[in-house]
């Protein structure tokens, strides 16, 4: 195993895991509606969904992915179309009565969740691809690029968890969240735009 890629590794995942996207506008808008406690479930989830994704890509998807590229193009359209079904869902979600009826994302919602994210095949495909060791040492090399992956991304999840959360403790007019919680949805239709790009 060669730890000395656990550096780099790390630097990769931080900049895909901190940027804008649509796991990080869910967890911001989840945060604010239902708080941090309430949010656990669905950070988690996220981590956990892109390492059994890795695994996958790492046993040999990626190369069906070189063969067959139409695959990655149905995956483009399910996630903006679920992103879209997602947005709506936040916008009606800001109101009130309905927000106090809703649930947050689970645990496995959101590990699924991964397999229609492009952003997320797009980080795993790559990362397999760039910091995996053929030969030998590739099983030790991914069990290094998984680990490395859900450690960095936690906290990286956490931030945007913690900025809804923090929105939600400053914000105390109804009016105020409501904007927001709206203003919110319309970013997550329109990180569906970045697939396309």
């Given at each position: 195993?060669?730890?000395?890629?656990?550096?780099?590794?790390?630097?990769?995942?931080?900049?895909?895991?901190?940027?804008?996207?649509?796991?990080?506008?869910?967890?911001?808008?989840?945060?604010?509606?239902?708080?941090?406690?309430?949010?656990?479930?669905?950070?988690?989830?996220?981590?956990?969904?892109?390492?059994?994704?890795?695994?996958?890509?790492?046993?040999?998807?990626?190369?069906?992915?070189?063969?067959?590229?139409?695959?990655?193009?149905?995956?483009?359209?399910?996630?903006?179309?679920?992103?879209?079904?997602?947005?709506?869902?936040?916008?009606?979600?800001?109101?009130?009565?309905?927000?106090?009826?809703?649930?947050?994302?689970?645990?496995?919602?959101?590990?699924?969740?991964?397999?229609?994210?492009?952003k997320a095949w797009v980080m795993v495909?790559?990362?397999?691809?760039?910091?995996t060791t053929p030969g030998p040492n590739y099983v030790?090399?991914?069990?290094?690029?998984?680990?490395?992956?859900?450690?960095?991304?936690?906290?990286?999840?956490?931030?945007?968890?913690?900025?809804?959360?923090?929105?939600?403790?400053?914000?105390?007019?109804?009016?105020?969240?409501?904007?927001?919680?709206?203003?919110?949805?319309?970013?997550?239709?329109?990180?569906?735009?970045?697939?396309?790009?």
């Amino acid at each position: 195993m060669n730890l000395a890629l656990a550096a780099p590794i790390a630097l990769y995942v931080f900049v895909m895991a901190i940027t804008p996207g649509p796991n990080n506008m869910m967890l911001t808008t989840s945060g604010l509606i239902f708080g941090i406690r309430r949010t656990l479930p669905h950070m988690l989830g996220i981590p956990t969904g892109c390492a059994v994704q890795m695994a996958i890509v790492g046993a040999g998807l990626g190369a069906v992915f070189a063969v067959e590229p139409r695959i990655q193009l149905v995956i483009k359209i399910a996630g903006t179309l679920y992103l879209f079904w997602l947005a709506r869902k936040l916008w009606r979600a800001a109101d009130m009565p309905e927000a106090k009826a809703a649930e947050p994302i689970s645990f496995f919602q959101a590990a699924l969740f991964q397999f229609a994210n492009p952003k997320a095949w797009v980080m795993v495909v790559t990362a397999v691809a760039a910091y995996t060791t053929p030969g030998p040492n590739y099983v030790a090399s991914l069990v290094l690029l998984i680990t490395v992956f859900v450690i960095v991304m936690l906290p990286c999840s956490a931030t945007w968890l913690g900025f809804g959360a923090g929105l939600r403790q400053i914000l105390t007019e109804e009016k105020w969240l409501i904007a927001i919680n709206r203003g919110l949805a319309v970013l997550t239709a329109l990180t569906a735009l970045i697939f396309w790009l």
